[in-house]
C-alpha cells in the first residue's frame, strides 16, 4: 500500500518586479524534491506579491506586478497568484502572510472536505487525512537575510522555520546548509527546512 502523504502548499514571497522564468522554475523544482522525499504531495503553489508599502526603489506599482504574474502563470494549474499581501498599505511581514495563507488554507480544505468523497489526489496519490501543511518557498539568499541584525524578529524565525518549514533552492557557489548551521533557531528546526540544489551548467 501506497504511503499517505501530506498535502503541502508552497508560498513565495517577494517584489517579483517582474515575475521571471527563474521564480516559475523554483517551484517546479521545490514539487519534484518534496515528491522525492515520499512524506508529501504538493497540492498548490501561491505567488505572493509585496504592497508598495515596501517602499524598494524601482518598485512597479503593486497591481502592475500582481497583473504581470497572472499572465506569467496563465497556464499553470497549480501556481496561483493572491494579491492580498499586495493589497496591505503597509509592507507585511513575511510570518504575517504566511499565517494569512495557513487559515485560508485550512479553511478551504475543510470546505473541500465537507463537499468531496475519497482521499487521494487527481494523479492517485493517497493524502492522509492530517492537516495541509504550508512552507515558504525561497532562493538561498533568503536564508542570509536572517542573519541581518535587526530584519527579523527572533519569535518570527521560530515560527516561520518551527511551525511552517522552508524549502530552500540554491545555485552556484552559495551555501544554504551554512545560514541554516550559523543559526541556533533555524538549526534546531532543521528537518523542517529543505534544500533543493538547482545544478548550473
Not at 57 to 68: D, E, F, P, T
Request: aromatic share 8%.
Amino acid at each position: 500500500m501506497a504511503t499517505r502523504r501530506v498535502p503541502l502548499v508552497l508560498l513565495a514571497c517577494g517584489s517579483f518586479n517582474p515575475i521571471t522564468n527563474q521564480h516559475m522554475r523554483l517551484f517546479e523544482l521545490a514539487r519534484d524534491h518534496m515528491h522525492t522525499t515520499g512524506q508529501y504531495q504538493v497540492v498548490g503553489g501561491i505567488v505572493s506579491p509585496v504592497s508598495d508599502g515596501y517602499g524598494k526603489q524601482g518598485l512597479v506599482l503593486a497591481k502592475h506586478r500582481v497583473a504581470m504574474a497572472k499572465l506569467a502563470l496563465r497556464s499553470s494549474n497549480w501556481v496561483t497568484v493572491d494579491d492580498w499581501e499586495s493589497q496591505q498599505p503597509d509592507w507585511t511581514e513575511t510570518v504575517v502572510t504566511m499565517r494569512y495563507h495557513y487559515g485560508r488554507i485550512l479553511k478551504e480544505c475543510k470546505q473541500f472536505t465537507a463537499t468531496h468523497s475519497g482521499d487521494s489526489t487527481g494523479n492517485g496519490v493517497p493524502l492522509s487525512t492530517s492537516s495541509p501543511q504550508l512552507k515558504l518557498l525561497c532562493g538561498a539568499d533568503f536564508l542570509e537575510s536572517f542573519k541581518i541584525p535587526g530584519l527579523w524578529q527572533e519569535d518570527h524565525v521560530e515560527e516561520v522555520a518551527g511551525r511552517f518549514g522552508l524549502v530552500c533552492v540554491s545555485r552556484g557557489g552559495l551555501e544554504p546548509e551554512r545560514a541554516v548551521h550559523a543559526s541556533d533557531t533555524l538549526s534546531a528546526h532543521r528537518r523542517n527546512i529543505f534544500h533543493v540544489r538547482e545544478w548550473t551548467r
